[in-house]
Every structure is written in structure tokens, then in C-alpha cells.
């Protein structure tokens, strides 16, 4: 089913864990595990 992903744009990188160089592709960081290699 479709879901709302959270509003990344009012995180920064330091809220989100991650390095500023991954912020052009935020939605991955969502995706479930074993969603990722498909």
C-alpha cells in the first residue's frame, strides 16, 4: 500500500544519520531492506 514517507526536508543530515553527500537521494534511507537490491 502507498504511505506518506516523513518530510525529509525539515531534517538535517545530522537528525537523519547520515553524510551530506547522501542527501540527494533521501527516500532510500526508507526503503525496506530487502526492498533495496530488487
Known amino acids: 500500500g502507498e504511505f ?3 518530510d525529509v526536508t525539515k ?3 545530522e ?3 547520515i ?3 547522501d ?3 533521501p527516500v532510500r534511507l526508507f526503503v ?3 526492498q533495496k537490491n530488487l
Open 4 to 6: 506518506e514517507y516523513p
Open 11 to 13: 531534517w538535517t543530515d
Open 32 to 34: 525496506p531492506e530487502h
Open 19 to 21: 553524510p551530506p553527500d
Open 15 to 17: 537528525e537523519l544519520g
Open 23 to 25: 542527501a540527494e537521494d
